[in-house]
């Protein structure tokens, strides 16, 4: 069984820094995938940034970048020019590659942006 | 292209009644994953369907339970509600090209039951 843990319940910053959120996991898959989906108040919950776990260079999605290092399991989220949109619940999830479509996510993360 | 949809949005119950709650994919979508939300548990896999046939499952007891239909729509049922059933529970879905996992999940807004 896979585990997610995300040790920050909830964070802070002001409007145009950067944040960094962490995320470890535990598995004995080799290949997989993992995930920083956002649940704003709203509660959609949209997709931010994926990795793969056999590629080595870590993602980007504009002021969305991950530290992926698979060696230690660990998973951490950066946000750069932090925007009051940004406010939201944040979730890693970790999934198998090739058995269907099912997350393992870890207990979340608030974030709050003060202007 | 819509999104993916749920109905209902709120659903109030009774203990020990039964609920079926229904998902409809993007148009396209062959695989549709149910997840239930609660303060306590956080977000939990329920199940993953994908051309009609369970897929995953996740360790929930067999009071949940859901189906696939042949256009992609699924439903979960809960029956013999409990208090603890109380959730979000959000559906997402996925095109499932070919290999799992390299496309994304789109998850829907949720159906937000209570149980009484």
């Known amino acids: 069984a896979q585990t997610v843990t995300q040790s920050q319940p909830e964070m802070s910053v002001q409007e145009a820094e950067t944040v960094t959120l962490s995320c470890t996991y535990d598995?004995?898959?080799?290949?997989?995938?993992l995930f920083w989906y956002k649940q704003p108040p709203s509660r959609q919950m949209i997709l931010v940034i994926r990795?793969?776990?056999?590629?080595?260079q870590n993602a980007t999605e504009n002021r969305f970048s991950v530290n992926f290092q698979k060696a230690a399991k660990s998973f951490s989220l950066k946000i750069s020019d932090s925007q009051l949109g940004d406010t939201a619940m944040y979730f890693c999830?970790?999934?198998?590659?090739?058995?269907?479509?099912?997350?393992?996510f870890g207990k979340g993360t608030s974030l709050l942006v003060t202007p | 292209k819509a999104g993916v949809t749920q109905t209902p949005r709120y659903l109030i119950k009774t203990r020990g009644q039964q609920v079926t709650l229904s998902c409809s994919p993007i148009?396209?979508?062959?695989?549709v994953s149910w997840y239930q939300q609660t303060p306590g548990q956080g977000l939990q896999f329920l199940f993953e369907?994908?051309?009609?046939?369970?897929?995953n499952k996740g360790n929930f007891p067999g009071r949940f339970s859901g189906r696939q239909f042949s256009n992609s729509r699924s439903e979960m049922n809960v029956s013999t509600l409990e208090l603890g059933d109380s959730a979000l529970y959000l559906c997402?879905?996925?095109?499932?090209?070919?290999?799992?996992?390299?496309?994304?999940?789109?998850f829907g807004p949720g159906t937000r039951l209570t149980v009484l």
């Open positions: 990795q793969e776990a056999y590629k080595q």
């Open positions: 999830a970790f999934m198998k590659r090739g058995s269907g479509y099912a997350l393992n």
């Open positions: 997402a879905s996925s095109p499932d090209s070919g290999t799992s996992g390299t496309d994304t999940q789109y």
């Open positions: 369907y994908f051309s009609e046939t369970q897929r």
């Open positions: 148009s396209g979508h062959r695989s």
């Open positions: 598995t004995s898959e080799n290949n997989y995938y």
